[in-house]
Structure formats: C-alpha cells, structure tokens
C-alpha cells in the first residue's frame, strides 16, 4: 500500500503502519476497513499522550468550551481561545492528524469570513484541518475554505452550536425528512471535497446508511459501529468529568476517583507534616 511509510515505531493499535495521519491516510483506511480512532485534546500535556498512544485524530473540539472553561454550551468559545488550545495541542503532535473547530460565530456569517477564521487557525496554529457544523447552510462556506487548500471535516446530526434552535441534546434525524436531509448533506459534503464527516448522536442505521453512501470516513459519537471510525471527548472517557453520562459513553478510567485520592493524600501530608520529609528537601 502506497502510503505506508517504513517506520514501525508509530503502529496503530490495529496495525496502520502510517508515519503521520494524513487526510489522504484516512481515506485509505476506510478503503481498507480499518477503523479510526479519534479524541479530542485542548492543551499539550494530554495532546502528547494522546498522541504518543496512537490516536490517529485529535480534534480540538469546541468542546473545551464545557470540559476546559466551565460553560454550558460550545457557544462562548472564541476564535483566539481555540488557537490558543490548538497552538497547544501541535506542540505535542507527532503522529496524529489535528483538526480545529471553527468555533460559534466564527464562520457562520458569510464564506469570507469563514474562510478567514480558517486561514487564522492553520496560519497561527499549524492545525492540519478545520471542521464546522451543518449541512446545506455551510456548503457555500465550506467551497470557499477548500479553495485555499484547507481540508474541512464536516458534522451533521446532533451539532451543539445549534442548541438554542433545536432547544434539547436529544438523538437527532429520527423522522424520515430529517433523515433524507442529512444523507443529502453527506453526500453533498462528498462532492464538494469534505475529507471526513462526523455524525453525532444519530440512530446506528441512519449512520451506517452514510458510511455507505459514501466513501469518505464518517466517524461517529452517539452513531454506533457499523461507520468508519469512533470520537469521544477525552475527559469523559476518561472519568474526569463524572456529571456526563449518555448512553453512548464507555468509560476507559475513573480519573475522578483517582485525581481526588491522590489530592486528599496530599493534603493530609501537607496537614500532618509529613510532606515534605528529609528527601524532598535541600
Ligand atoms: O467539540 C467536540 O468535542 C466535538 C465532538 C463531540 C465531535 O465536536
């Protein structure tokens, strides 16, 4: 396969043997049927664990809106706080493809405008791609950033900067107009040039029927297996954030439990004198 690169030190848990993720990468692997996996990240100490695991996307979702400033929603998140996190994030990269959120008001205004927040996030961040939410609404938008050479990824189905109009974060394109809709967005998106889409929290079927339809990678949170590739938030499936928990979530640790420990022993030492003891000082 032609884009296999010689160096084995960097394998995917599945045997990708890519030296660095690249968009023409991941079509490959759809090709070939391997899965992809993809996490986000938003500073550099978790960015080069994740990479350094293997990951072969890493989004800086707008979800750092929620995990890293507290909001409610992804819609406080600016241009500049989004660079700021993917600035952080390259520094740590290696292997993995880095994709940006065009965050909330940073593209939806007209083309222009979306593709000078695009120019923004690869020229100051050195990200590798920017995706943005919607579907038909976008397209004129998404032309106008693939015209300087920047790969979009795409995201349909639930797309959290649109909450106050669909007013719930409940499984999306359940009826069927909705449903045609969003194949059309997909297949649309395909024919323009998107290199990947993510579905969020669409029924398992709808999402396969794209996966399909399709041979662009379609990655899922919320869309179930049968599609090219799975997403999470990386403190949700790390157990940090326990007040989180769709039905779509697996848990792979319960850092909560053992961040709180490790700092209420800390603080019982600190208390009781023992830390610092005769070798931890000079
Ligand atoms: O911002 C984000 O983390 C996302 C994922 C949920 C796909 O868009």
């Known amino acids: 396969m032609s884009y296999l690169a010689d160096n084995t030190d960097k394998l995917s848990p599945i045997g990708s043997k890519a030296k660095k993720i690249t968009t023409n990468v991941l079509k490959q692997m759809k090709a070939n049927g391997e899965k992809i996996s993809m996490l986000t990240a938003y500073d550099y100490s978790l960015a080069k664990l994740v990479d350094g ?9 707008d979800s750092a809106s929620n995990v890293m400033a507290g909001h409610e929603t992804t819609l406080p998140i600016t241009l500049d706080q989004m660079i700021y996190h ?6 740590a990269i290696n292997y993995a493809l880095v994709v940006v ?3 909330f008001g940073s593209y939806q205004g007209n083309s222009k ?5 695009s120019i923004r996030i690869m020229k100051e ?3 590798h791609a920017v995706k943005l939410e919607g579907g038909r609404e976008v397209k004129e938008s998404i032309e106008r950033i693939l015209t300087a050479g920047i790969p979009v990824m795409g995201h349909l189905g639930l797309t959290p900067q649109s909450i106050y109009k669909f007013g719930t974060y409940e499984v999306r394109a359940r009826e069927e107009a909705e449903r045609q809709r969003l194949l059309e967005d997909a297949k649309m998106m395909e024919e323009v040039g998107v290199f990947a889409i993510i579905l969020e929290k669409v029924p398992a079927d709808l999402a396969k029927e794209v996966a399909t339809l399709v ?3 379609v990655i899922g949170i ?3 297996g049968g599609i ?6 990386l403190h949700d499936m790390l157990g940090i954030n326990k007040e989180f928990s769709p039905r779509f979530l697996r848990r792979y640790a319960d850092l909560h439990t053992v961040i709180t420990n490790a700092i209420g022993q800390y603080i019982k030492d600190v208390k009781s004198s023992d830390f610092p003891n005769e070798k931890e000082q000079y």
């Open 53 to 61: 695991a293997g990951v072969d996307v890493i989004l800086v979702g």
């Open 86 to 91: 993917a600035q952080s994030v390259i520094r």
């Open 101 to 103: 959120d065009l965050p």
């Open 113 to 117: 405008e979306a593709l000078t927040s």
């Open 125 to 127: 961040s050195g990200a």
């Open 215 to 217: 041979d662009i990678p």
């Open 222 to 224: 919320g869309a179930g």
């Open 228 to 233: 090219d590739g799975q997403v999470l938030v």
